[in-house]
């Protein structure tokens, strides 16, 4: 409300509810559990609105909500309490508290200490500085992203500051694409001798895009404003597949990919019953013995006295020669030279 000089919608207060209320959450998580707990327990925007009226903070005028004299007093009073950073003089504010008055201000205001902020020091210094905490902030890309878009609304003599970027990795890519605008040259699709992009700067600055998106505003649609404009040179899914292919740490660290990539092993399929199962090639099934006759005995096999298998192997009606799996030998090892000598010791596997 301060942001819009003390008046909101009873629609944007219970919107700032919900995203208080479901902080942490995932976009899809946060919208489910706020809509089953609002379904069951009503919104509670209006009974909140209703108390700050009644204590005199707020005033209600159909769908628009005001602060009062008091209500404003009272939410300075509480940032006061908070340890809210007070800001030095316009031209004494370091490279990080620029980052937070462009993130904090309304364009004009911040225009106005910008401008205050130059008057201190060298243009090229001043892109230095920037460019400098830009890298720094590496690990937020709204900071990071920030400061490299301050940076080439200063005037002046800047290009060396621009070439002395280069050497700094997280603002490369920034610094390299306005060295090619300032060129009269495209970075993507006509950059300048030594000043071509590599292979991750796109899905590196795609995600700085994107994750700044979501940082500033935590609005699905604001985000997928980003990805739009992110994916204008291509489609989104190349985008999104660039990053899921890129190894570099902002694409794979902060935006993993939705796709898995564990392979899914087909079950087997169950043992068909025994009655239902064919003989392996080469087997001559046996006909049944009467009982009497049954027992463990030498058998005679086709084939030469060398192929001749051990005793010991009593088949009984309807059985088949099936190595256990503690036995099982390749099928390499049965075909090699020595496979004769093998006849007594192992069985060929059965698939």
């Not at 300032?182 to 001798?193: E, K, S």
Request: proline content about 9%; hydrophobic content about 35%; charged content about 25%.
């Amino acid at each position: 409300m301060l942001e819009q000089h003390g008046t909101a919608t009873v629609t944007e207060l219970s919107d700032e509810i919900a995203l208080g209320a479901t902080e942490g959450m995932t976009p899809s998580a946060a919208e489910h559990a706020w809509a089953a707990w609002t379904s069951k327990h009503g919104d509670p925007t209006r009974g909140y609105l209703g108390l700050a009226e009644e204590l005199g903070v707020l005033k209600i005028d159909g769908e628009t909500a005001t602060l009062t004299p008091l209500g404003m007093w009272a939410m300075l009073r509480q940032l006061h309490n908070a340890h809210l950073e007070h800001l030095p003089d316009s031209a004494e504010l370091t490279p990080y508290q620029v980052l937070v008055c462009r993130l904090g201000m309304s364009d004009e205001a911040f225009g106005r200490d910008l401008k205050c902020w130059l008057t201190a020091r060298e243009p090229g210094s001043a892109v230095t500085e920037l460019l400098t905490e830009a890298a720094a902030q590496s690990d937020s890309p709204l900071y990071l992203r920030t400061g490299v878009q301050i940076a080439p609304g200063i005037s002046g003599d800047t290009d060396e500051a621009w070439r002395e970027a280069l050497a700094m990795p997280e603002v490369r890519p920034y610094a390299a694409a306005e060295l090619n605008r300032r060129a009269g040259h495209d970075f993507w699709d006509n950059p300048l001798p030594g000043l071509e992009p590599i292979h991750c700067d796109s899905a590196v600055m795609a995600s700085h895009g994107i994750i700044a998106a979501y940082e500033g505003s935590k609005d699905p649609a604001e985000v997928a404003s980003a990805v739009r404009e992110e994916a204008s040179r291509n489609s989104e899914a190349a985008m999104f597949e660039e990053m899921w292919r890129s190894r570099h740490q902002v694409p794979t660290r902060r935006l993993p990919s939705s796709a898995s990539t564990t392979r899914t092993r087909r079950p087997r399929k169950p043992p068909a019953p025994p009655s239902t199962r064919h003989p392996q090639p080469g087997y001559r099934r046996r006909p049944m013995d009467p009982p009497a006759q049954r027992g463990p005995r030498p058998r005679r096999m086709r084939g030469d006295a060398q192929d001749m298998h051990g005793p010991g192997l009593d088949l009984q009606h309807d059985e088949y020669i099936q190595a256990l799996p503690q036995h099982r030998v390749h099928m390499q090892e049965i075909a090699c030279e020595d496979a004769r000598c093998r006849g007594g010791q192992e069985l060929p596997p059965r698939r």
